[in-house]
Nanobody, 126 residues
Framework: QVQLVESGGGLVQAGGSLRLSCAPSGGTFRSYGLGWFRQAPGKEREFVAA????????KYADSVKDRFTISRDNAKNAVYLQMNRLKPEDTAVYYC???????????????????WGQGTQITVSS
């Protein structure tokens, strides 16, 4: 069982930047695909970004493409989400997720992910 811990959330003004981090507690996810999802109040969870085990392939939701960047550092056993030019509609709880299956693609469907973090709140003020 892998427990994921997110950090880096907070309050930021529109146009600002934040970087989220996620690391496993008491384990490693070097062999897992990793993703970020978010859920805004009253809305369903949605895909944000994902990266394959090697870091060679990434995928982004259209709403964050060219603003957000997912990256992983397997040496540090961590995954990051750099968020630039934040908008009020980016306000949500952001979740890190790990996919333990050996895929060469980065799934955008949350059903493919086996482990989830507790989430970290991002609030973007206008």
């Amino acid at each position: 069982q892998v427990q994921l811990v997110e950090s880096g959330g907070g309050l930021v003004q529109a146009g600002g930047s934040l970087r989220l981090s996620c690391a496993p507690s008491g384990g490693t996810f070097r062999s897992y695909g990793l993703g970020w999802f978010r859920q805004a109040p009253g809305k369903e969870r949605e895909f944000v970004a994902a990266v394959t085990r090697s870091g060679g392939n990434t995928k982004y939701a259209d709403s964050v493409k060219d603003r957000f960047t997912i990256s992983r550092d397997n040496a540090k056993n961590a995954v990051y989400l750099q968020m630039n030019r934040l908008k009020p509609e980016d306000t949500a709880v952001y979740y890190c997720a790990a996919d333990k299956s050996p895929r060469n693609i980065a799934p955008s469907n949350g059903d493919f992910y086996d482990y989830w973090g507790q989430g970290t709140q991002i609030t973007v003020s206008s």
